[in-house]
């Protein structure tokens, strides 16, 4: 029996010619081509003025908030249902994170949890569009500028989204992507800063090369800064997947729609749905069971990885992990997160890789059913 993955892209031919062409020429005076052809093409996508390609969303977060002067004594918000990685940073930087609830429609950051999370020492709220559902940028972004505090957006799972008729990636003070390989646009690694800020643009592309500031050829470090880039052939492959990205993200809703009118008559289960207003790219189809069947995230992903079906877990409260132990903000989450808390348990990501066929989905939602009509 086949195993169906849970993530993975989806490369054609295009890809493979671009990323032979970089290593045969992305070299000496042609280094910076592909680059430049990625960023300029991103920026476009998203209708920012400056795009940085990095390693990864989390070097993108991480400049992100250095960029901003965020450091020791400073407190950033975000979501406590999402990935480490939009958090890590803060660490990083020295800063304390504080983890607000989510909303219970879009699961994405409430803008009222914000609200009571702010304190003097908030310097700035990172938003995340979980699993390409959108928060609510418009009360996020007015939040951010009555209380003067940065936003930023992590974009990283919201190829192809978007809220109000603007893209994901268009909102904030500056905004990341990722292109793991498990999301719907892949270099294999990597990520992408995006802003539409003058000088923030030029702090990071400082903080991004060992604090050589743009056009230095002496070698001559201003400070000890980090050192975040791509290669040219990762720029090339993301070059032809972002030409590809009407199509790559066409097949995500599909693989959503095919889950949907699978699973619309299986009382107790429901799937992410984008609120009023936004549009998701649908990167990771979601289910949530109904906790009066009884069946846990866990027991969930047994069952379905006993049929050859990989699944993965609705992300815990961040406020819950033993990475944040010792964390006293982590204490006041977990007894003011109430949503985060009551959803997570209950969730789990369907299959939702690129490669996936109409059979592979009817074979999820086969085992699903079975599972769920034998509570
Ligand atoms: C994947 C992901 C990241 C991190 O991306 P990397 O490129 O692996 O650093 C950050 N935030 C969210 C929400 C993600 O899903």
């Not at 032979?20 to 042609?30: F, I, L, S």
């Not at 569009?129 to 936003?151: K, N, T």
């Not at 866990?298 to 010792?326: C, K, N, T, V, W």
Request: contains cysteine; charged residues 20%; glycine residues 8%.
């Amino acid at each position: 029996m086949k195993r169906i993955p849970v993530a993975g892209p989806w490369i054609t031919d295009l890809e493979v010619d671009l990323v032979t062409r970089a290593v045969r020429e992305a070299w000496y005076e042609g280094a910076g081509d592909y680059h430049a052809r990625f960023e300029a093409a991103f920026a476009a996508f998203t209708g920012r003025r400056f795009a940085m390609a990095l390693p990864s969303c989390t070097s993108a977060l991480h400049l992100a908030l250095a960029a901003l002067g965020i450091g020791p004594g400073d407190e950033v918000i975000v979501p406590d249902i999402t990935w480490i990685a939009t958090a890590a940073p803060i660490t990083y930087v020295g800063a304390t994170p504080v983890f607000a609830d989510i909303d219970p429609d879009t699961w994405c950051l409430s803008p009222a949890s914000v609200e009571a999370c702010l304190s003097p020492r908030t310097r700035a709220v990172i938003a995340v569009d979980l699993y390409g559902q959108m928060p609510d940028m418009a009360a996020l972004s007015e939040l951010a500028r009555r209380h003067r505090i940065a936003l930023v957006e992590d974009a990283a799972q919201a190829v192809g989204s978007a809220f109000d008729g603007r893209p994901a990636g268009a909102f904030g003070d500056v905004s990341a992507f990722s292109f793991h390989g498990s999301k719907t646009l892949t270099t294999g690694e990597g990520g992408m800063w995006l802003t539409d800020r003058e000088d923030l643009h030029a702090r990071a592309l400082t903080l991004r090369d060992h604090g050589r500031p743009p056009g230095d050829r002496l070698f001559y470090n201003t400070e000890v800064a980090f050192k975040y880039r791509m290669s040219a052939m990762q720029a090339a492959l993301g070059l032809a997947q972002l030409q590809r990205v009407d199509e790559l993200v066409a097949k995500k809703r599909q693989i959503f729609e095919w889950y949907r009118s699978g699973l619309s008559a299986t009382s107790g289960v429901s799937l992410n749905r984008p609120a009023p207003g936004t549009e998701s790219g649908y990167w990771m189809v979601t289910a949530l069971l109904d906790p009066r069947l009884g069946i846990e995230k866990g027991q969930l992903m047994e069952r379905l990885a006993a049929e050859g079906i990989d699944s993965r877990p609705l992300f815990h409260p961040l406020s819950s992990l033993p990475a944040y132990r010792d964390c006293s903000a982590a204490r006041d989450a977990r007894a003011r997160n109430n949503m985060a808390y009551s959803l997570s348990p209950w969730g789990v990501n369907l299959p939702s890789a690129l490669c996936l066929t109409e059979e592979d989905v009817a074979r999820v939602c086969d085992c699903l059913k079975r599972i769920v009509a034998a509570r």
